[in-house]
């Protein structure tokens, strides 16, 4: 990109050019915040949808005189043509969920069971046709869709990835806003150079084009540090994580995944090239 | 005939909200001519050079260089008009951390030139001021003949049609005074115009041919008409108006 390519008398007019100094490291620590954020965010994301994906077409029938009527319901769901799976959970299942609320007296016989049959469904299946179908052959049977008692945690997911991406953007609004501070400092510094070359027939392209070589190669070590720092640190968390792996039944970040984090410094140098030029051209505009 | 280079008509300046630095200038100065501005100290020698190589516009009044009326240029178009002009600063302004061979060759760098064609003509520049051994020397470390001289020498490297130098004896001994003259009239022999702005007396005199624009308090003073009519420029129409 000729912007960037400068010859080597060009690059002795500007020594240090860039922001240098601490800026950098900022960025480093902006770019380290913004790639774990964003890590987290796509994590979420993806639980998000294998949550979603294992609950879309799963149903349950509750029938409150669970022996009396089960195998009634049974019959009947395995009868439907958009089931693809009928299955009813077993009373000793029940009991042991109970225990957790009633302790050993959810063992005792008295206590009333309800029955439950789990019911997968094709995705092109109508399920309310269905639950009327299951409710006429049981009268008293409870049609339940799993997705709906799992709403409020599927929002607070989707909620809370929401919140990972506008931290994202938040960060690299305050990286852009600590370019610009750097990329004008850099003008003063070198203000003197910059009137004699103007004094001389530069261009603002020629004269912007001295800083935002360097400004772009510290932007991208700055984004390149702090994303390898964030990458260890995500790789020791998820590398270890076979836990997470096991209940969601694929790893937290895939491959897509790892590209996007992988990019974001690259990103943020285009962010911070891009932006200091604005900076920079609208800092030379005010001269005449 | 010599065409007009420099055109002013009724410019005035000021700075901000302050009162007019320039009032009324009025004049025209002729392609290939060598012009001495003088005036007291505050009388706006600095202020009329800062219009002349572009670095202020006028807040009032008509300003053509080159030909073309630049008062209200777009500013995307002033740096191919500055590439034609060469200035010798007062205070040089050269680029403390460049070599010498660096800073003269700037310009040309500036305008696009390849490096394989910036060599040989800053060298060869670089020896016509007589600092060809200095070559890699940083300004800090030459003496003011020398950086004086180095300013020179950036400033005609690219072969402008206009130099303009403030004050370019001024900080030289009387000897090293007679040597940049002779570079600047050795330039205005090749066809430059040049401008310099002196109360170097000595340098006037000594400079035959040569006109002498007059600034008192901002005003123009040219009791004798020769800036108004350059040697071979008719009156403007305006002028003609009985």
Redesign the interface.
Known sequence: MNLLMMAEPEKRLIPSSGMRGPVPVLIGIMTFVMVVVAAAGLALANTATIVKNGVENRYSIQIADGEAKAPAAVAAARALPEAVRVEQVPPEALRRTLERWLGPAAAEADVPLPAIIDLDLKPSADASAVAKRIERAVPGARFMAHRSSLAPLLDALRGLTLLAFGLVLLIALASAAAVVLAARGALDTHRSTIEVMHGIGATDDQVARLFLRQIAVDALLGGIAGAAIAGLILAAILGGASFATSLAGSPPLGWGDATILALMPVAIALLATLVARVALMRALHERL | MAGSIVEFDRVGLRYGTGAEVLRDLDFRLSEGGFYFLTGPSGAGKTSLLKLL?????PTRGRMSLFGDELSHAA??T??????RIG?VFQDF???R??SAF?NV???L???GLE?AAVEGPVREMLAWVGLADRASARPPTLSGGEQQRLAIA?AVIARPELVIADEPTGNVDAAMAQRILHLLTAMNRLGTTVIVATHDLGLIAATPGAQLIRLENGVLVDPTGALKHPPGTPPRASEARP
Do not use: N, T
């Open positions: 190589y572009l670095a202020q516009r500013r995307e002033l740096p191919d008009y500055r590439r200035v302004r050269l680029i951390h460049l660096d060759a700037l310009p760098r500036i305008a490096e950036r």
